[in-house]
């Protein structure tokens, strides 16, 4: 039976493969440590940090800050709700 090299996984950041000792598993792929980074604000992230939207990374903090539920501590009117799904902003205002 001939021997099958398998082949090592490449960093989805910089394409380069990667050691068991310097990778991490997160959003289905094998990173370098040093690779798996927030895509707004750039910081190392872990995978305990890390939250996946459309194919990007972010840390808890950007995510929540670019896509999470905004009201009046963000500029919006009382009685109303909004999230930016990156394309556009959506405002629902709610009545009393």
């Not at 939207?53 to 501590?73: L, M, P, S, W």
């Not at 930016?84 to 009545?95: A, E, L, P």
């Amino acid at each position: 039976m001939p021997f099958k090299n398998q082949e090592t996984p490449h960093c989805p950041h910089c394409g380069h493969a990667g050691f068991q000792a310097e990778s991490v598993s997160a959003a289905g792929k094998q990173w370098h440590k040093t690779c798996l980074t927030c895509g707004l604000c750039k910081k190392m992230i872990e995978t305990t940090t890390m939250v996946e939207h459309v194919e990007n990374e972010y840390c808890k903090q950007c995510y929540a800050g670019k896509f999470g539920i905004r009201g009046v501590e963000f500029g919006i009117e009382d009685g109303a709700l909004g999230m930016d799904t990156g394309d556009h902003f959506i405002h629902k205002q709610f009545h009393h």
